[in-house]
């Protein structure tokens, strides 16, 4: 089992930055990839980003340029830096985990940008 928790969600004025951190736990060793999704309002959940146990990432377009997937092994935490946020960015924002052929959520983190 892998437990995951985000943190770091909030309100933000558009151009501001946020900083979400997704800390795992539990059966951690054998994890292959990780990423962040987000689901705005009244609509589907989309992908953000991804980054593999080998570092390698993955954005969307919508936040190429603007925003930074990274972890820290040793901390066991994965993170994802927002920055030049814009309204449309709004949304609760999950992080996940895939370990064989299992993927681990966590519970999400609202990000709310203001106009």
């Known amino acids: 089992q892998v437990r995951l928790v985000e943190s770091g969600g909030g309100l933000v004025q558009a151009g501001g930055s946020l900083r979400l951190s997704c800390a795992a736990s539990?059966?951690?060793?054998?994890?292959?990839?990780m990423g962040w999704y987000r689901q705005p309002p009244g609509k589907q959940r989309e992908l953000v980003a991804t980054i593999t146990s080998d570092g390698s990432t993955n954005y969307a377009d919508s936040v190429k340029g603007r925003f930074t997937i990274s972890r820290d092994n040793a901390k066991n935490t994965m993170y994802l830096q927002m920055n030049s946020l814009k309204p449309e960015d709004t949304a609760v924002y999950r992080c996940n985990a895939k370990r064989d052929l299992t993927t681990y959520w966590g519970q999400g983190t609202q990000v709310t940008v203001s106009s």
């Open positions: 539990g059966r951690i060793f054998s994890i292959n990839a």
